[in-house]
Each structure stands twice: as C-alpha cells, then as structure tokens.
C-alpha cells in the first residue's frame, strides 16, 4: 500500500507539471510582441459583456439576456443583467443580440495540411496560419492529433505562451507512433521491439504532453506506450487498425480516435496485430446499428474509461454539401482550390455507401454518449484536403446538431468535455465565476440558426480580446504554403 500511495503521489505532480508546461500560469499577465498586439481588440484588466445570450458549456439550458464580468483574466461574475452589477469604470461590450459561447477545446487538431501529388500522399507544416485560423474561430485550447514536427509545434506553444505568436493553448502530441505500412513520407516507423517506450521517455523529455499510436502498431506498442506515458502522467490515443479498440481499451489507452470508422473489432477472421483497412470498412458496412457486438464494444470502453473523439468532418459525405463544408475556401491557397474542387467533382453523387456509413456512425457515437461515455470532438484537417482549421472547428458543432444533439450538448461537447479529458477543467471549458475568461463572441441566435456560429466576432483567451476578421484575413489564401 505504502508503495502504491507514492506512486499516486508521484503521478500527480506529473500531471500538474504536464498542465504547466502546456498552459503556463493563466493567472499572469502576458506581454505582446507588435506582430501580436494587431489582432488585439481588448487588453484590460476590468471589462464586462453585456445584455448577451449565454451557452455557458456545462450542457443546461441556454440563458438570456446575461452579464458576464472579467476582472484580471478572471470571471468575476456571471448572472442576469437585471441582478449582476457592473463596477465603476468597467470597460462595456453590448452583447445585445449577440450569443457568447466557451472557447472551443478540440482535441484532434493538426499544424499541417494534406498535399498530394502524383498520387502520392504527403503533409506539410502549416505553422503560422493553422494556430491562427484557430483562435480565429474561437478554439482557445487544442490537442494535436499527431505530430510529423513534434519540435515546431512545441516551439510554436512556447511562442504563442510568451506571446510572440497569435494562436490557441497547445497540448502537443510527440511524433506519430507507428510502424511500416502506409506509405507517407513524414511518417517515422519504428523497427526495433522496445521502440515504443524510447519515443516517449524523449519525447516527454523533450515537453511533449500526449502521445499518438498510428495504424500499424503492435499490441505490445500499445501497452509500452500507455505504460511509459502513464507513468509519467501523460495520456495516449490513437487512430487504429492493427490492434482493435477493445485490445486497446483493456491495457489502458485513454482515447480512441475517430468514432468507430476505423474500428477493426468486427473483422472477421481478424489477424492480429495485422492492419486490412478494406476489411475494416466492409465488417462496419455490414454491421447492424443495434447489433450486439457494437453493443458491447461501446460498454467496454465506458467500464474502462476510454474516451472517444468523434472527428464528423474528415469522413463529411460530398453529395449535398458544400465542397469545403463549414467554409474556408478562401482560406486555401489557389491551387490547392483547384485540386479540392477537381476531387469534390470525382465524388459528387457517388458516394452513398459513405453517406450510408456516417449516418450509421453519428448513430453509434449518439449512443456511447447517452451511455455515460465521455466524447470528445476534433476535425483533423487532413483527408483530401476539405477539412480547413478553425472554419472545420465550427463546423463541428453544426454538424452535431445536425446529427441529434441539442446545441448546449454540442458546445459541451466541444468545450467542457476536452477539458474534462485534459485535467484543465477547473480552469477552463465553461462560462461561470472563478474560471479564465475564454470564451468566444458571435453575432447571432445561434438557437434560431446554429450555422450563425460562423459569425464570430471576438475571441477571448485568458481575458484578453482577439479580432477574428482581423485573423482571418491575415491567412487568406495562405493554407497549404504557410
């Protein structure tokens, strides 16, 4: 027992040492570069929002006409503009018909972006526009989804931190931990046994805060990492193939990633540790909705405390939807217009077998989320290219709705859920006192026409104001170069 106790002890500081590094101390005033101070509209320590529609993120109702006050970064006061009372010399935001919702917190994002050529699939960095699309649309905190430059994208937090870079609060993901398989060029691919738990003692050195397992990993990759991250209070996920949810789920894993799309537990005849992904998408094809395999698969992962990301807009159909849903078409750079409209046109009502399968999918991840389990949302703008940061991000909450969930359980979803996954919970993710004032202004009823969450005006990170049309524009036509 004594050896135990220390073992939690020794944990927690890991953990709290792991929010650190990725947070910093939201309670301390932050300096600005020049580069940054533009996209500034509000830096002061006392303001007030007013007479607004609030979707606090804890999943209760939606409340009007409220009053919401900031004081040194920090929610004072939340409630009724009739009862709250403002002090003297507060800076005012008329709310009036506006709606403020929590700064979204996503945990299947990238820094890089799908390029294909010849074939061939590859990704390259997108350092500087993807952080601010990002903030732009009102996401304050990402996980990356895997990394293929785990060091940029730490170098990027530390600047965004010490305010020399525009862009969300980062819990960065070490480098994909995979082995060969898929033929992209970024990836690394471990051939020794004992890989697994090399990468992460340094890349956890090294301040990564979250690892990633990839398609082709062994079962004994997958314990090595959940046993070396654990151990360090780190958490893993990971998008499968080889190894199924449930011989994932058992050893430990935290998250799983994608829904149930790629699930390889209802292959017949399964292999192990063998990735057959066309075997994988028949076996989901032909599975019932309320087959009792999918039946216990999603109550195994609830017993074992197995969070799941539902990523709606990487596998979004194309017939009937736009060629790049939830918008961000001008944020492509031309070429990349060009190659995306050449593919939407090459699916366009030809896919009703995935449309199929998306339907059947939400329907699943509808179910683990009325069971108790904990669902977390992310974009990964990766695929073909039609998934675009920040404007994908939205887009996630419409696309929830869409799918049956009421709005306050999407935005929950979408905020409060990832905090609750990243243990930052008792700073952030919803509206009310005593938490960090991030949140996101948006012109419109977002309950009268939920696609009015496009309309952000103002994004506030750690109390401090941001222009989204100003960020926006400053990355037009810059995706996929920059």
């Known amino acids: 027992m004594p050896m135990k106790r220390k073992l939690s002890v020794c944990t927690s500081i890991m953990l709290m040492l792991s929010i650190l ?17 533009r996209f500034i509209s509000i830096d002061t320590p006392l303001f007030a929002i007013t007479h607004v529609t609030l979707i606090d993120g804890t999943g209760k109702d939606i409340k009007q006409d409220q009053t919401i006050i900031v004081r040194n970064h920090i929610i004072e006061n939340v409630g009724a503009s009739s009862v709250v009372q403002i002090p003297t ?74 305010g020399k870079e525009v862009g969300p609060n980062m819990d960065v993901t070490g480098p994909y931990i995979e082995r060969a398989g898929l033929e992209i060029p970024e990836l690394g691919f471990m051939k020794k046994p004992n890989e697994a738990t090399q990468l992460v003692n340094y890349w956890a050195d090294r301040g990564v805060t979250s690892f990633k397992l990839y398609n082709n990993v062994t079962r004994e990759d997958v314990r090595q990492t959940v046993e070396a991250a654990h151990k360090r209070g780190l958490k893993v996920t990971a998008h499968l193939c080889s190894v199924t949810y449930a011989e994932a789920s058992n050893p430990g894993i935290d998250n799983l990633e994608h829904s ?19 075997a994988v998408y028949q076996s989901l094809q032909k599975l019932r909705e309320d087959d009792p395999k999918i039946q216990a698969l999603i109550g195994l992962l609830i017993k074992n405390k197995t969070a799941l990301t539902v990523t709606p807009n990487v596998f979004e159909p194309y017939t009937g939807r736009d060629t790049v849903p939830g918008g961000g078409m001008e944020a492509l750079a031309p070429q990349f217009r060009k190659k995306i409209k050449m593919i939407y046109n090459t699916y366009l009502n030809r896919d009703s077998a995935d449309a199929a399968m998306y339907k059947k999918d939400m329907h699943w991840v509808r179910e683990f989320y009325d069971r108790g389990g904990l669902l977390l949302a992310g974009t990964d703008p990766t695929g073909v290219g039609r998934v675009v940061p920040g404007y994908a991000n939205r887009h996630t909450v419409e696309l929830l709705v869409e799918s049956g969930f009421s709005l306050p359980e999407a935005i929950k979803i979408c905020s409060l859920n990832g905090a609750q996954y990243l243990n930052i919970i008792n700073k952030t993710g919803t509206i009310e006192k005593g938490k960090i004032a991030d949140f996101t202004l948006i012109n419109g009823d977002l309950e009268k026409n939920v696609k009015n969450i496009r309309n952000t005006e103002m994004v506030f990170k750690n109390g401090i104001g941001y222009d989204s049309k100003k960020l926006f524009e400053s990355v037009k036509g810059m995706v996929g170069i920059e």
Not at 21 to 37: C, I, R
Not at 132 to 153: C, F, H, K, N
Not at 267 to 276: F, I, L, Q, S, T
């Open 260 to 278: 149930f799309r790629v699930a390889s537990d209802f292959v017949p005849g399964k292999k192990e540790d063998v990735c057959n992904q066309a």
């Open 21 to 37: 590094l990725t947070y910093g101390n939201f309670s301390v005033a932050q300096t600005f570069t020049n580069k940054v101070k």
């Open 89 to 162: 010399g507060v800076y005012i935001v008329d709310g009036t018909g506006k709606t403020l919702i929590p700064g979204l917190i996503m945990l299947h994002e990238h820094l890089f972006y799908p390029k294909i050529f010849d074939g061939n699939y590859s990704v390259g960095e997108m350092q500087f526009s993807a952080p601010r699309l990002y903030l732009a649309a009102g996401v304050t905190t990402i996980r990356t989804g895997g990394s293929i430059e785990p060091q940029t994208d730490l170098n990027i937090k530390d600047w965004i931190n010490e």
